[in-house]
């Protein structure tokens, strides 16, 4: 994935670049909501402001005049203040939860589609915990990025502007002089946020890496507990949540920095506020209320330049993250070449034509592959581990495409093939059948969407899946559980088969699709494929020798060469390899 490296660093200029860009592509189309947001957020700033200046009038008017008449008029004005500045407040949060889910979800599904256009090799080796966590947390780092900066700072920049305003209303100079404060903020600010940036960048990678172990220890719990790896598995979990808890807690070690240092700041100026309060008010005059409302504002401001530079300095995080997601969803898509030829009707033929793969320039897979499969030819592959059968398969789905030599359906060259034809003529049934959650009918209809429910049924009853619908309570509409976790080995593979069957595809390959049936299913399902795809052109990737009396030739390979192509009695006379491959005799 084509992220920041941990030591790559994000600065200050590329972070504000990033935040302008995502501003710009979120705010036009929700602009009439973030009117009536900055309607809330000016009315919030008004009160606040309003709020603080009555406290001049409650001092003056109530107690240095000994007016109990006035008391009631000024406590009406400032219940009817408090309960503005509830109101906008809340409207404010409110729209600010929307503006956030709806962005985080938009991002979310941008990241989450970039994602899958990808070809099958970009998944290779990479756990999908992890960036099923990267999705997530570029998604939560848009919205907040946008409400930070469209919203928090807005709000209390505005609420900071009219608390100072009622300071410099009572007290000019003593405004003046507090305004020291905000070159020393601006420094703490600025130098935090770059020690964010730097902390923050590998937060996701080590999230991932930890909820990653979590779910492999769940997901092979039978494996884990039947080697002894609970000390091993709970150690690894231990030392990723421990490496994520450091990153965290140096983020949590520059970001609480901000609030003690602005609370010393603020102590001082309070300190030299009261004596100045005293001389002013001794000598010049000054009504206790002018002071009251301005150490009152000086205050209440406190808690909007807090925020203020505390969001800021979180705000470095999730950008951060904005920009690796930029990154991910910038990085170019390895184009293949498309044709727009499609596939004919009938069963095709399968032909490799001097067909070499590598993996990388020191991993052959394949080597000069030269056959033909007829159409509507049955043909198993067989092969040591390693041999090259699953990689001939991701030819023949064009998974990948082959390094030299060309790989032919039905005489057309696969490269000439739009990827709808071949997706549309060809079913896999792998031997780990995958079954996403929801429901038998669900399932099956993934195979092919307008197909009807007779069709459904039928294709269950061809895969031998019949009698365990017909025991289940809901049928077809009886939940499997994610990865077709209530149902066992043999369930799920009968599942997959069936979906396949839903598909009517032209060329079927099963995968060690019948390694978790036992031989009276086996048998059954081979004899069904034998009668109702008989005009398909069919593949089996088999280490099982009961398979092969149901084929027409067998396809052995070595090494990635192909060292046999012939029917099962010809390669038992002829090739030695074959006999020892299934322990036959010389």
Request: charge should be neutral; aromatic fraction near 8%; include cysteine.
């Amino acid at each position: 994935m084509s992220d920041m490296s941990e030591k790559e660093k994000f600065t200050g200029a590329q972070a504000r670049a990033t935040g302008v860009r995502l501003i710009k592509e979120a705010m036009p189309s929700r602009w009439k909501l973030y009117l009536v947001s900055l309607v809330c957020m000016i009315g919030v700033a008004g009160f606040t402001g309003a709020l603080a200046n009555s406290t001049r009038m409650i001092v003056n008017d109530v107690f240095v005049a000994d007016d109990t008449s006035a008391a009631i008029h000024v406590a009406l004005i400032v219940i009817a203040v408090s309960i503005g500045k509830s109101f906008f407040e809340y409207a404010n949060a409110v729209i600010s939860t929307i503006f956030n889910r709806s962005i985080s979800a938009d991002y979310q599904k941008k990241i989450f589609a970039k994602m899958l256009s990808k070809d099958v090799w970009h998944f290779s080796g990479k756990h999908a915990s992890v960036q099923m966590n990267q999705v997530r947390v570029y998604g939560q780092a848009c919205g907040k990025t946008v409400i930070n900066f469209t919203n928090k700072l807005l709000t209390d920049t505005l609420t900071l502007v009219g608390l100072i305003i009622v300071m410099i209303i009572q007290d000019p100079l003593m405004t003046l002089f507090s305004s020291v404060m905000f070159p020393l903020i601006f420094w703490l600010v600025s130098h935090l946020s770059k020690k964010v940036r730097a902390v923050a960048n590998a937060e996701t990678e080590l999230s991932g890496a930890y909820f990653a172990t979590g779910v492999e220890a769940f997901d092979g719990i039978k494996t884990l507990k039947s080697y002894r790896l609970e000390k091993k598995t709970i150690k690894k979990f231990e030392e990723g949540v421990e490496a994520l808890e450091e990153r965290m807690l140096g983020i949590a070690k520059v970001t609480s920095a901000t609030v003690p240092i602005m609370e010393l700041l603020g102590g001082l100026v309070i300190g030299f506020f009261v004596v100045y309060a005293a001389w002013q008010t001794i000598t010049n005059g000054k009504t206790p209320g002018e002071f009251t409302a301005f150490i009152t504002a000086f205050l209440m401001a406190y808690q909007p330049a807090e925020r203020v530079s505390k969001t800021w300095v979180e705000l470095q995080k999730s950008i951060t993250h904005v920009g690796r997601m930029y990154r991910e969803l910038e990085s170019p898509v390895k184009q293949r070449d498309e044709g727009r030829l499609t596939l004919g009707s009938t069963a095709p033929s399968i032909a490799f034509e001097d067909v070499s793969f590598e993996y990388s320039s020191k991993s052959r897979a394949l080597h000069r592959l030269n056959f033909n499969i007829n159409a509507g030819e049955r043909v198993a592959i067989v092969g040591r581990s390693g041999a090259g059968k699953s990689t001939l398969i991701d030819l023949v789905l064009r998974f990948y495409d082959p390094t030299s030599g060309v790989v032919r359906i039905g005489g057309l060259d696969m490269k000439d093939v739009t990827e709808q034809s071949a997706r549309d003529s060809i079913a896999l049934i792998s031997q780990d059948v995958f079954l996403f959650d929801g429901t038998i009918r669900d399932n099956l209809r993934d195979g092919n969407p307008d197909a009807s429910d007779e069709d459904l049924e039928r294709a269950a009853r061809l895969a031998q899946l019949s009698d365990l619908i017909d025991r289940l309570p809901d049928g077809l509409d009886s939940r499997v559980g994610p990865n077709g976790s209530a149902l066992s080995g043999g369930q799920k593979q009968r599942g997959g088969i069936a979906r396949a069957l839903a598909k009517g595809a032209k060329i079927y390959i099963f995968d060690e699709a019948t390694s978790a049936l036992d031989v009276e299913n086996e048998r059954a399902i081979m004899k069904m494929l034998q009668k109702e795809l008989a005009s398909a052109t069919i593949l089996f990737v088999t280490h099982r020798p009961s398979t092969l009396t149901f084929v027409d030739r067998i396809l052995m390979l070595d090494n990635g060469e192909l060292i046999g192509l012939d029917t099962a009695k010809n390669l038992e006379e002829s090739n030695a390899q074959y006999r020892a491959l299934f322990n036959l005799p010389n």
